[in-house]
């Protein structure tokens, strides 16, 4: 017996075709969901979608989209509900980094964050519950948060509070939407290789790796398990929670 079939299944992840997102995506694949990526860079979407369809298991295809936009979100929430008739989880992953020191910060770096982490996430939650809502069969909603949200971390105040931000819709969404038996949960991820930290510093790599507890940077096979379990039942009672995935770094 397989304790973590999601056959039948259909999951939305933004921001899909690379890093967490597209780690996530591998392991719903491999445990038989079907998954539509919402990302803007098509070539990027092709790739991931020629991935995980070598894979066995569920189905994936991808769908061009801009979480600033909402016409573009809508447009792909149509287009996902035409090939797979449902959506029962979403994990909202698209993110971007642009960190900024507050003595440099300008409002165009303030609002170009804040709309891709926040309204983002808020956005695509909007699509994606009014349609579990009418459905009636639950849901479950996920999001890409980072440790940064409750941990201070230089030249990095925008993206923080981007990050805060989907925390506090993560609690208010399990609050609303418990009643439709839709659950909201926040991954607080740590120091992970992505294209976003491969921007970063390498000597900012050398020093995280010193102050987290398990000495090592986070692999993408756990996030494969990680997303399979918030998307299974076994979650189903776990709701508002805002769980740190950092190798123990909150807590040094």
């Known amino acids: 017996m397989n304790l973590f079939d999601l056959g039948g299944r259909t999951a ?6 690379s890093g967490i997102g597209l780690a996530f995506a ?13 990302a803007r860079n098509e070539a990027k979407n092709a790739s991931a979608v020629e991935e995980l369809n070598a ?4 189905s994936a295809i991808a769908f061009p989209c801009d979480v600033v936009e909402d016409v573009q979100i809508a447009a792909a929430m149509a287009a996902t509900l035409e090939r797979f008739g449902k959506v029962d989880i979403c994990f909202a ?10 003595p440099e910060m300008t409002a165009e770096a303030w ?3 804040m709309a891709v982490n926040a309204r983002g996430a808020a956005l695509t939650y909007r699509h994606v519950t009014a349609h579990m809502v009418q459905r009636g069969e639950g849901g479950k909603l996920i999001a890409t948060s980072s440790g940064q949200s409750i941990m201070g971390v230089n030249r990095s105040s925008n993206y923080a509070a981007s990050k805060a931000a989907v925390n506090g819709l993560t609690r208010a969404a399990a609050f609303e939407l418990a009643r439709y038996k839709i659950t ?11 294209d976003l930290t491969a921007q970063s510093d390498p000597r900012f790599g050398e020093w995280m790796t010193k102050r987290i507890p398990l000495r090592r940077f986070g692999d993408h096979e756990g996030l494969e398990g990680l997303a399979v379990f918030f998307a299974s039942p076994h979650s189903d009672y776990i709701t508002g929670q805002c769980l ?8 040094s």
Do not use: H
Request: net charge negative; with cysteine; proline share 2%.
């Open 111 to 113: 609002d170009a964050v």
């Open 55 to 58: 894979l066995g298991g569920g």
């Open 93 to 102: 992953n698209a993110g971007i980094g642009q960190g900024m020191a507050l």
């Open 244 to 251: 740190p995935v950092d190798g123990g770094l909150c807590i």
């Open 26 to 38: 591998r392991g719903l694949v491999k445990s038989g969901a079907d998954v539509a990526i919402w």
């Open 12 to 17: 939305v992840i933004t921001g899909g075709n």
């Open 184 to 194: 909201a949960n926040a991954l607080l991820f740590g120091f992970y290789e992505t």
